[in-house]
């Protein structure tokens, strides 16, 4: 079956710009998660979506947000962008509380 | 708070001799631990969980909850095992929480 899929691979943006990155999740699965990944900080979460609804959010400014729609399909947006959002974000599935969460390839952002 | 640590950023070991990747996690409430594998140019995996109590590749983990440790170890490395290997905690809010990771390289 389908793995974790992000759209788009790479995306260079300008300051102030705001963007939009897309993930399917694994069929079945429910809970989709966001990492932001970078060198300095690692790996770190942004929110987590289950049915629809955030279930957790992790300490990143409001200009982060993210969306699930009903076919568990999830997307995430940064408005105004900053230099420092360059990154590499990831997105994950899982199909129930107890398993462990399925990666994407990610998305690579760059801010210039 | 949850926090992860994965003291050594960078281990160095020869083919066939034993590998210990050390994770030591803080956490007031019953954890969920795991390690995620990344190679090079590929994307993160799953690698093994503690509540599996499995052997993934020739590696185990063992949940040390006196120690509130959770190390990889394999008897015998092979060079297929260079990679980027990641500990991680899930809290109850549902969040995996990372170590820093550790760059395993393994020389022939």
């Known amino acids: 079956k389908a793995g974790v899929t992000q759209t788009p691979r790479y995306l260079i943006k300008t300051r102030g710009q705001q963007v939009t990155l897309s993930c399917s999740p694994i069929?079945?699965?429910?809970?989709v998660s966001w990492y932001q990944q970078t060198p300095g900080q690692g790996l770190q979460f942004l929110f987590e979506?289950?049915?629809?609804?955030?279930?957790n959010k992790g300490n990143f400014p409001g200009r982060f947000s993210g969306r699930q729609f009903s076919n568990s399909r999830s997307e995430m947006n940064v408005s105004t962008l900053e230099l420092g959002d360059s990154a590499l974000y990831l997105c994950?599935?899982?199909?129930?509380?107890?398993?462990?969460?399925?990666f994407g390839s990610g998305t690579r952002l760059t801010v210039v | 708070a949850q926090r992860v640590t994965q003291p050594e950023k960078l281990l160095s070991v020869f083919k066939g001799a034993p590998v210990e990747l050390k994770c030591n996690y803080s956490?007031?409430?019953?954890?969920?631990l795991f390690w995620y594998v990344q190679y090079s140019r590929q994307r993160l995996q799953l690698l093994l969980r503690?509540?599996s109590r499995e052997s993934i590749k020739g590696f185990t983990a063992d949940l040390n909850k006196g120690e509130t440790s959770f190390h990889l170890k394999k008897p015998f490395a092979q060079e297929e095992d260079s990679a980027m290997y990641y500990c991680?905690?899930?809290?109850?809010?549902?969040?995996?929480?990372f170590g820093q990771g550790t760059r395993l390289t393994i020389n022939p």
């Open positions: 069929s079945g699965h429910r809970s």
């Open positions: 979506y289950f049915s629809e609804t955030q279930r």
């Open positions: 991680a905690l899930k809290s109850g809010a549902q969040k995996l929480v």
């Open positions: 503690h509540i």
């Open positions: 994950a599935s899982s199909l129930t509380a107890s398993d462990g969460y399925t």
């Open positions: 956490y007031s409430g019953s954890p969920e």
